[in-house]
């Protein structure tokens, strides 16, 4: 059975993603690590929709930080601009403060701490990174349609366009 046409998500994804040079800081090889694999991971399965552009896709997006805001430029697959819009980053600094002293005290932890110890850092970390995806859903609704696997690793991303070194 097929889908009606308003349900088929096949042109909604994303097939390339691009950070904003001028937004990143220097960064270690952890925080390259994290942003390579968020990219591969987002690109191998996503869902985005961006409002009102109806079967136009697949997109490519690219992400910066202009000013206080966050910057999602979408265009079509041959470069044809769809929409930007432009977020507001004040939802986002205190669970990207926590996030990073988290992520921290975890790349301390798996050096030396134990077992125990690790996972329960990680979890941490995890509750922390999902509060950050819910809220990047919330401030994307009625903009760009994504579900949470999507919003988690492009909150992923958030985080290393505000990583300063």
């Known amino acids: 059975m097929t889908k009606p046409p308003e349900q088929d998500d096949s042109n909604n994804r994303i097939v390339g993603v691009t950070l904003d040079e001028e937004s990143i800081g220097r960064s270690g090889p952890d925080i390259e690590?994290?942003?390579?694999i968020a990219?591969?991971?987002?690109?191998?399965?996503?869902?985005?929709?961006?409002?009102?552009?109806?079967?136009?896709?697949?997109?490519?997006?690219?992400l910066g930080i202009t000013g206080n805001r966050l910057m999602f430029d979408i265009r079509r697959e041959d470069g044809t601009?769809?929409?930007?819009?432009?977020?507001?980053?004040?939802?986002?600094?205190?669970?990207?403060?926590?996030?990073?002293m988290i992520c921290?005290?975890?790349?301390?932890?798996?050096?030396?701490?134990?077992?125990?110890?690790?996972?329960?850092?990680?979890m941490g970390r995890r509750g922390?990174?999902?509060?950050g995806s819910r809220t990047l859903q919330e401030r994307l609704k009625g903009k760009v349609r994504v579900d949470f696997e999507t919003s988690r690793r492009?909150?992923?991303?958030?985080?290393?366009?505000?990583?300063?070194?």
């Not at 990219?39 to 690219?62: M, R, S, V």
């Open 39 to 62: 990219i591969y991971d987002l690109i191998e399965q996503n869902l985005f929709a961006p409002e009102g552009a109806g079967e136009q896709g697949p997109f490519t997006l690219h």
């Open 33 to 36: 690590h994290e942003r390579a």
């Open 154 to 165: 492009l909150f992923t991303l958030i985080t290393v366009l505000h990583w300063k070194g």
């Open 81 to 100: 601009p769809v929409v930007a819009h432009l977020l507001s980053l004040t939802p986002f600094r205190r669970i990207v403060k926590d996030y990073f």
């Open 128 to 131: 922390i990174h999902d509060e």
């Open 104 to 122: 921290d005290s975890y790349y301390q932890a798996i050096r030396t701490a134990t077992p125990d110890k690790i996972e329960a850092i990680d």
